[in-house]
């Protein structure tokens, strides 16, 4: 018999309760999931090692006793989720969702470079994709219109010159500035472009030359 999963709060997971977790990539991404654990309670932590993993006993009170010297380091919880991670999606999935952890949450360039059209779809969910030829001359107004990302006319200028948007995690402020090949186009022919706090687009740059 399969332990009936609940919350800390003692309320079931599943589809019906709008919390579900699923094994299907299009449903949950490798992120997503490894996400999903990072972010328990300690208080689910030390029964979902022994319910979700292989982790021999002796090791999972090995994990909870480094884990209870600093909590805040969520030390168990990162352990729980690189497992289940590994065991759902395998190795490159367990290296998908961290890349995607560290573009997002450490605004990490070098690892924007290293992600593929789908994993950046994956993490920034929501966010609209586009394929745009490359023109010489190519300035950062051009690449907000290109992306629909700003209204056209002297309001999308201002949204530019205010600073209110961002190319692969570095603010711009100069609308007219030409883009440049590893700061506003990353060597994988991507740019990831974000109005405001978290509107999103990507830009994928077709015949691009390196």
Known sequence: MVPLVTSASGDKLGKTAGNAVWLNRNKTSPFELYQY?????????ERY??????????????????????PGKRIAQKRL?????????????LESAKRCTSALYHNSVDVLETMSDEELQELF????????????????LDLCRKANA???GPR???????????????????????????????????????????????????????
């Open 125 to 140: 969910k929501g966010a609209s994709f586009s394929e745009n030829l490359l023109e010489p001359g190519t300035t950062v």
């Open 156 to 210: 999308g200028y201002q949204i530019i010159a205010d600073g209110g948007i961002w190319i692969n995690n570095l603010r711009v402020t100069k609308p007219e500035q030409v883009l440049v090949l590893k700061q506003h186009i990353l060597t994988n022919g991507l740019s990831l472009l974000r109005v405001g706090k978290k509107n999103y687009h990507i830009v994928k740059w077709l015949n691009m030359v390196t």
């Open 37 to 45: 654990f990072v972010r328990q309670p300690d208080s689910n932590i």
């Open 81 to 93: 989720a690189a497992e289940v991670t590994k065991l759902v999606h395998g190795k490159e999935g």
């Open 49 to 70: 090692l022994k319910l979700f993993t292989f982790i021999p006993l002796p090791e999972i009170e090995s994990i909870m006793v480094n884990h209870g010297t600093d």
């Open 150 to 152: 700003v209204p056209d």
